[in-house]
């Protein structure tokens, strides 16, 4: 580890590791640095990521995708299952991914580019002079050795402290905190081919349960809940220890994870003097599904690109960066975080009879065109009563602008 470089990363997940790639690739001397001994583990992700999201930066590896995914399966809180089948979500719908396999690729991508990778290596204090981040004061081992770079990366996950040590409020209200857990499940009864959505209030509240296939009998078994609905008796983990006793009572458990994502808006701005904010650490994962992956891939590479041309002309304060904050919120991803935000909230506050009816409604619909946008329109139209209450929280109106 050299003392000095052009980028430093602090972190290693799909986001710090595009973003070291790229800037690599065109020749800057990247340090990305990882706090956890392995990349990669643990996993604290459902793992799944759609198709054609995937396929703009990479076409995947065998060894990436634990299960393809051709249809989805949603569960009113009355147990109707409504079916998604490829002619309704699109002919390829998104795969179930080994994260731990996938994430060690990436940074030995990153690290074939040229970048230096550190593990088990803690950036413990931004270097601050005259308000601008300078690089970071790293521990590894219990040995601390300052790194001095000419633009830093804070790529550090929903936890994102290097972002609030350098002067970024990064504060998620407990709201808007989904807390999850989530079992690795072998010798359950599941369509290998179908992800599984459960919802409801006294299944998972402000939230939903999801069954993300990775094999044969294999999957993902996991629950998030509204950070606000917790409470002793009734904590993530007890409400994913009923389901899986009333519906995989003989399925064996190989992993628990723990861990929670903002469901919240993006950070007011992901830029400073010579600081870019990535993936989740910006929060943008999305408020409606809690999903990241697409949305550290994005801001990774769209980091890459804009830090690398702001480190060519010699200046990366935050106006020089400010193309990468603007970029990232008018593209498909930040209209999606918007609009999502927005109908997140009103789902969130719907009771079970309106769930039921939202869920039995969609499942009438032959939408040739289906995704977020026209299936909340379509529920809009098939359920007056509904609609009204979504229109009185302005959700029609936002949608009708998009």
């Known amino acids: 580890m050299k003392r000095e470089y052009d980028v430093l990363v602090v972190g290693g997940g799909p986001g710090g590791a595009l973003a070291a790639k790229t800037f690599a690739e065109k020749g800057y001397s990247v340090l990305l640095t990882e706090k956890r001994p392995a990349i990669g583990a643990p996993v604290r992700c459902a793992e799944g990521v759609g198709k054609a999201l995937m396929h703009e930066f990479f076409k995947p590896e065998d060894r990436w995708v634990a299960a393809e995914i051709e249809k989805a399966n949603i569960i009113a809180p009355d147990g109707f299952k409504m079916e998604l089948e490829p002619e309704k979500a699109g002919a390829e719908v998104g795969y179930v991914l080994h994260r731990k396999v996938f994430d060690r690729d990436l940074v030995w991508m990153a690290a074939g580019a040229g970048a230096d990778i550190q593990v088990k290596t803690r950036a413990v204090t931004p270097i601050m002079e005259d308000g601008a981040v300078k690089g970071a004061i790293l521990n590894q081992g219990g ?4 790194v ?6 804070a790529a550090d996950g929903v936890e994102s402290k290097f972002a609030r040590w350098c002067g970024v409020d990064t504060t998620v209200p407990l709201r808007e905190m989904e807390t999850c857990a989530q079992y690795l499940m072998t010798g359950i009864d599941i369509d290998a081919h179908a992800t599984e959505f459960y919802v409801g209030n006294n299944i998972a509240p402000g939230g939903y349960v999801w069954i993300f296939p990775k094999g ?10 509204g ?5 002793p008796g009734n904590r993530p983990i007890d409400y994913l220890n009923r389901f899986v006793a009333r519906n995989f009572p ?7 994870i723990a861990g929670g994502v903002s469901i919240c808006q993006p950070l007011p701005c992901t830029v400073a ?6 993936g989740d650490a910006a929060r943008v994962s999305d408020p409606l599904t809690g999903g990241g992956i697409y949305a550290a891939l994005y801001t990774g590479k769209l980091a890459g690109d804009v830090g690398s041309k702001a480190i060519e002309k010699g200046d990366t304060s935050t106006q020089a ?5 603007e970029t990232w919120r008018a593209s498909y991803l930040g209209k999606a975080l918007e609009r999502n935000y927005q109908i997140k909230e009103v789902f969130v506050k719907l009771n079970d009879d309106d769930l039921n009816a939202i869920v039995h409604s969609v ?17 809009i139209a098939a359920n007056p009563k509904l609609a009204i209450k979504l229109g009185k929280a302005g959700l029609k109106s936002l949608l009708d602008s998009f």
């Open 143 to 146: 040995i601390a050795q300052e």
């Open 148 to 153: 001095r770079a000419g633009l830093t990366i």
């Open 216 to 225: 044969d009998k294999t999957a993902n078994v996991g629950i998030g809940v």
């Open 227 to 231: 950070g606000d609905r917790c409470k």
């Open 250 to 256: 003989n399925g064996k458990t190989i992993e628990l």
């Open 273 to 278: 003097n010579n600081l870019m904010i990535v």
């Open 321 to 325: 960066l400010m193309p990468y904050d």
């Open 363 to 379: 499942s009438k619909m032959n939408l040739s065109d289906f995704n977020t946008l026209n299936l909340i329109k379509n529920i």
